[in-house]
Structures are given as C-alpha cells and as structure tokens.
C-alpha cells in the first residue's frame, strides 16, 4: 500500500526536471505546516472562549454537557464515542470558526 502521510508525500515529490526538496526546503515545508496548524488551532480555541465568554448561559450548558459525557477525571484520553456524544459542544466550536 502507498503511503499518503504528508511527510512520505514531500520526501518523494519532485519537480520537472526530477530534482527533490533539499534537506533545508523539507525542514522548511514541515515548519511550515506545523506553525500553521497551530497558529489557526489557537486562534479557533481563543476565539470559541471568547464567544462562550460573552454568553453566560451558554458557556453554563457547555459545561454541563462535558461534565456529564466526560466526569471529572480530567487526566485521561476522551473516546470518539466522547467526542461524539458533545453534540453541543461541537456546534459552539463550528459555530465559531
């Protein structure tokens, strides 16, 4: 089976003429796609808390969904079952963005 990871796809690419990315462009690239997930996670992230901020009711039921779905124990990984079952939660974050 072909790998289609974005790693395996840049380390294999090459242009026209059948060059590949140096070691220096694929560090670059990499950084790149790393620094931009990141800066759009955290403005996503900040902007959902603004917003649950200015809405006191709601920020109240969003944390009334996570508190029943997902308990106290906050120190351990949440399931896809978890994930899906934050109806509410999921449509204040698309709401968001």
Sequence with gaps: STRR???TMLTT???TEGSHLSKKELIDQVFGFLLAG???TS???TWTLL???ERPDLQQKVRGEMSLVLGDDINRTITHEEL???KLTTAVI???Q
């Design 94 to 96: 698309k709401e968001t």
């Design 51 to 53: 917003q649950l901020s």
């Design 43 to 45: 403005i996503a992230l």
């Design 13 to 15: 690419a090459c242009d």
């Design 5 to 7: 990871d974005i790693l």
């Design 84 to 86: 899906d079952a934050l």
């Design 38 to 40: 990141f800066d759009t």
